[in-house]
């Protein structure tokens, strides 16, 4: 376990390194699903106790708490997939080497900043959104590192290929919002 924790504080503090080593360790896509699944319990948890607080009724609060459950899981298999896809042909480099599983291990361990996510709950409400908000953007910057790091990208390019996926994901989560229900 204080391996696991090392490397989720080591990736949390976007050391390459780290990203390098859980990208060249197979046996890493455990602990890299392990922080994605706190992440999503943590953003679960702090939206049950904001909506009990508010007062949600059972049945909304419910369906807010498994949406956000969900969030960082498809986050990270959803945004892992479209980098993956757009890092490895359109901006492919001469030394890019690596294949869908590394993308996916060292995106689950960027993962890290969004189990702050649970502070949110803090009073007063600005506050909880301060750090919600921090935990989004240094989640964003670790994606980049380790989207960097698994792809052996310059930075500019793992911006580049971080913003492509992220508009690529939304594109496909909104139009499966907007789509007419087959039956």
Do not use: K, N
């Amino acid at each position: 376990m204080s391996r696991q924790l090392r490397r989720m504080g080591r990736a949390a503090l976007l050391h390459a390194d780290t990203y390098e080593e859980v990208e060249a360790d197979p046996t890493s896509i455990r602990g890299a699903t392990a922080v994605v699944a706190a992440a999503c319990l943590c953003i679960a948890l702090a939206r049950l106790l904001i909506g009990w607080r508010a007062g949600v009724d059972a049945e909304h609060l419910a369906f807010q708490v498994l949406l956000s459950t969900l969030e960082p899981l498809a986050l990270w298999v959803g945004g892992s997939t479209f980098a993956f896809m757009v890092g490895a042909t359109f901006f492919r480099g001469p030394e890019t080497e690596t294949d869908f599983a590394e993308v996916l291990r060292t995106t689950g361990f960027a993962f890290t900043p969004a189990l702050l996510r649970i502070f949110v709950i803090l009073p007063p409400p600005t506050l909880g959104l301060s750090i919600d908000l921090l935990a989004r953007f240094w989640t964003f910057a670790a994606v980049v590192v380790a989207i960097r790091q698994a792809l052996d990208f310059t930075t500019l390019r793992a911006v580049g290929t971080f913003g492509v996926a992220a508009l690529l994901l939304w594109l496909v989560l909104w139009g499966a919002s907007v789509a007419p229900l087959p039956f």
